[in-house]
């Protein structure tokens, strides 16, 4: 008997936890049973179809999300034309919370696992391996008329599924944590964390993939838009069998491990351990990512996180919105002046990678609200500031909610928000064109020296990625996006146009974030021409093979070769450090900076910078 579980990412490098999670639960001597099979939304549909046929399932069960549901729907419509004989069993958040709707709405489906689903698959896994076992003794008694050949999908033997396909109902009921066509089963208990078995013992099949690690399941705050606030009741995993696991992946040199605790700071004493345990065990290699709540940090984690190499750490912190109404509404307690002062501590430290969120279309946000909490939050200095847009999901209090907050959102998944009382369609456009700006310029960390000086002839921060994306729509680059490359050109071109006076000074800034990521080849028209320094740049580099004033570390290589591997570029304005401040002078004569790109920040990829000085000999290191 082979129960396939199927999963549908949204890209290969993720993998699906709950599939490994239901496997490793049944335990070894019912996991010969179980098949996992992992596809993403992006693969050929007739090919997800074609190899889930190949591989001659008895049973199918397909965990669903808003990303992959409708794919979802399509697979079970096929699959059942294919092998009609074959249960097909759902899961996941996606199809818990309406159960009933989507069995009325998919008659292929048999049953659905509602919520927490390793016991429940367990129990559903044992009542298939005995109802086969019992075909088989039937088989044996009355002959197999079908031995020495491949049995099709179609003529499978075995009873018809419940509901629309048989009426062998009776050990199904005994189930509990079900949705069957009779209706729900029993409720089945929340899981103890502490019996759940690891799921990485094997890492092969998870090579060049993220690793997902849950040290805590529910979460003890209710914000309305999620739903994790369902289950307010948050269990943790016990403290010493987490750092054997953690020390797996650092005996194995994972590059990356993301937690998926929804708030993993909300018990200090558990991520306190869990956070020196890393801190003490680091093996230079692996990241850990968290989502935190940073208005919650005390003193003694932010000394910990302090004390972290650059790169061991990122942190993901949800914010969501500055204006305290839209807090309120939303039930999302949250201490924002708390919050800015922490994030400044950590950003000062330069060592820990922060991501922010903010959500558009909430209640009581309108289009000059939402700027507001951007700029605040911008002024946050993140890595990373992300700019979502409302998710009305199944089963949250918005959901239940969105009539009464006139909150539109699309039929289809991921059923985002097309508008509410106080942002109009026309202005949720304008903020998805904003949000497209901030990821190719501010997210990408290539323009951070150029941004920051151009932020000086705005207003404010959304103001100038306002104007940005109106620059953009007016070029038709929404329509053709520029190369990656041309993007410095394309900023140059805005920037020029909002403040010319500033051209000179515009053209070194994106130099030098150019050459601060990329030693690159081909040198952009911006930049400055060479002619003039050639000579002074080749009698810097024979000069550092004699000398080894600057690169001490590559004794090993010749001038050519040191060369190769780094950039020497004259500036005549201090971009490194500038900032729109009333008058920006140029030196009289060039400074030399030199960009080694054997090292580089763990935390942004920049490369190593030294200011050598006008003739390269007063060293000053950034």
Partial sequence: MKFLLVALNTKYIHSNPALYSLRAYVGDELREYVELAEYTI???????????????????????????????RELVTELHKLMPSVPVWLGGPEVSYDAEQILAAHPEVTGIIVGEGEETFKELLLYYVEKERSSSRTVDNHGDNTRGRLISPEEKAGSPAEGSFGTDAE???????????SGYTSPRELTDMNILPFLYEDLSA??????????????????????????????????ETVKKELQFFLDHRVKQVKFVDRTFNCNHAHATAIWQYILDHDNGVTNFHFEISA???????LALLSRMRPGLVQLEIGVQSVNPETLAAIHRSMDVDRLERIVARINAGNNVHQHLDLIAGLPYEDYESFGRSFDRVYGMRPEQLQLGFLKVLKGSEMHTRAEEFGICYTDKPPYEVLYTKWLSFAEVLR?????????LYYNSNQFVHTLRFLEGAFVSPFRMYEALAEFFEEKGYFVSSPSRNYRYQALLVFA???????????????????????NVKSRPDFAADLTPYKEAMREFYRREEETRTYLPEYVAYDSKQLARMTHLEPFTYPVWELEMRGEVKASEE????????EKRSPLTGDARVVICGRYCYEEVLL
């Fill in 42 to 72: 992006n693969h050929v549909f007739t090919d997800v179809l074609a190899d889930i046929y190949k591989r001659q399932p008895d049973v199918i069960g397909i965990s669903c999300y808003v990303w992959n549901i409708g794919m979802v």
């Fill in 171 to 181: 050990g199904l009921l005994r189930i509990k944590g079900l949705c069957l066509r």
């Fill in 206 to 239: 998870f090579e060049n993939r993220i690793i997902y690690y849950e040290s805590s399941r529910g979460c003890p705050f209710r914000c309305s838009y999620c739903l994790s606030s369902i289950d307010k009741k948050v269990r943790l995993r016990e403290i």
């Fill in 295 to 301: 208005d919650l940090l005390n003193e003694e984690e």
């Fill in 431 to 439: 903020l998805k064109r904003i949000e497209e700006m901030v990821e």
């Fill in 496 to 518: 020029c146009e909002k403040d010319r006076s500033h051209e000179a000074v515009y053209r070194e800034l994106l130099t030098y974030d150019l050459y601060l990521r990329e």
């Fill in 590 to 597: 060039p400074v030399f900076v030199l960009f080694d790109y």
